[in-house]
């Protein structure tokens, strides 16, 4: 699946895929955090060919929107709803900045404490 705008000369197609690098991109860089390890039902698809961005879940929206779950960890001793809020704001900012698609949500679920260092 991809993200699709039109201009006067064509269309552009942006895939899934690389929305969700942009997104790992943004997680990266975030303090104390890091995407969540695939589920036992993404492994499974993975085995089928289908596509899985562990820890990253992208919706299309009918109205084109995107909807937008990232599944993180957060290091042991960090305060959880300013680090979800901050990631939600990177998320945001280079969404618009590279890929230019409309985002209806981000929704940060936080799966686990992480003990070590990042």
């Known amino acids: 699946m991809s993200e ?25 860089e975030t303090r104390g955090v890091t995407l969540a390890p695939k589920t036992v039902s993404q492994r499974i698809g993975d085995l089928f060919g289908q596509e899985s961005f562990p820890g990253i879940i992208i919706k299309t929206e009918a109205s084109g929107e995107i ?8 290091r042991f001793g960090l305060h959880i709803p300013d680090i979800a809020h901050e990631l939600q704001e990177k998320i945001k900012s ?24 990042k």
């Open 67 to 74: 909807s937008l779950e990232i599944r993180i960890l957060v």
């Open 4 to 28: 699709i705008s039109n201009s006067e000369v064509g269309s552009v197609h942006i895939h899934k895929k690389v929305i969700a690098e942009v997104i790992h991109k943004a997680v990266d």
């Open 94 to 117: 280079v969404i618009n900045k590279t890929v230019d698609v409309n985002i209806k949500n981000i929704d940060i679920n936080v799966q686990g404490l992480e003990r070590g260092q």
